[in-house]
């Protein structure tokens, strides 16, 4: 009849082995586990919340049924062009500055005729532009003779309001931006004052590829008639 003291010894073994069976079953488990997750990988699978394999994003294009399609493919993956390019908004906004600065300076010297030409030849030849393209008339050019009054004015692009490109009527491509013009004014070679106004200015690009300004309006009133002088 065996002793508890050698009962004691026995059951101990036997816990001993049970654990060690344990522990290898589950080594063994995690080991199969990890191999199945390493063939999903590499099987092309992408995980809920990374990119597919082909480095698109994942998400599906088009109606949401999860079609990809290779039209899907082939659009998710590009940048949309922009409508202008860095040089084609420069050379928007100079033509804008050239022709609202050159509206705004004149001399009483000056001939309207000579004076309009170049000016015009940055337009589209709109009938409305034709008007704003003129020096003051009547009195108020007399006055300006009498006086030797002189103006000079100066424009600033303060910011693009729309920009469009209408490929059903291929009408071309137009940027309309908010300019502020200050026209400084003289008379007999001293300053009178000045005049700031916001105007909204629409250019609009030939087929040839050269700018034209095609309309203008008057954005905001301004400091109009304000005197540097008086410190306004």
């Known amino acids: 009849m065996e002793s508890p003291a050698e009962n004691k010894r026995t059951a101990a073994l036997a816990l001993a082995v049970?654990?060690?069976l344990l522990v290898g079953a589950l080594v063994v488990l995690t080991l199969f586990d990890g191999e199945d997750g390493a063939a999903d990988d590499a099987s092309g699978n992408p995980s809920a919340t990374g990119a597919a394999p082909d480095g698109s994003s994942g998400a599906t294009n088009g109606s949401g049924d999860g079609k990809?399609?290779?039209d899907g493919n082939a659009s998710g993956g590009s940048a949309v062009e922009p409508i202008l390019s860095q040089t084609e908004a420069a050379e928007?906004?100079?033509?804008?500055?050239?022709?609202?600065a050159g509206i705004n300076t004149y001399a009483h010297t000056d001939d309207n005729a000579s004076w309009s030409e170049p000016l015009l030849a940055l337009t589209t030849g709109d009938p409305g532009l034709k008007e704003e393209t003129a020096l003051p008339t009547g009195k108020a050019w007399d006055t300006c003779v009498a006086a030797e009054c002189t103006s000079r004015g100066a424009a600033t692009v303060l910011r693009d309001a729309m920009v469009a490109d209408d490929l059903v009527r291929d009408s071309g491509k137009t940027l309309s931006s908010q300019v502020r013009v200050t026209a400084t004014r003289s008379e007999g070679g001293r300053t009178t004052g000045t005049e700031t106004n916001y105007w909204l200015v629409t250019a609009q690009k030939e087929r040839g590829?050269?700018?034209r300004v095609s309309s203008v309006s008057l954005f905001g009133?301004?400091?109009v008639g304000a005197s540097d002088q008086a410190g306004e």
């Open 92 to 100: 928007a906004h100079k033509l804008m500055t050239d022709y609202m």
């Open 18 to 20: 049970l654990g060690l």
């Open 209 to 211: 590829g050269t700018w």
């Open 221 to 223: 009133l301004g400091n």
């Open 68 to 70: 990809g399609g290779a």
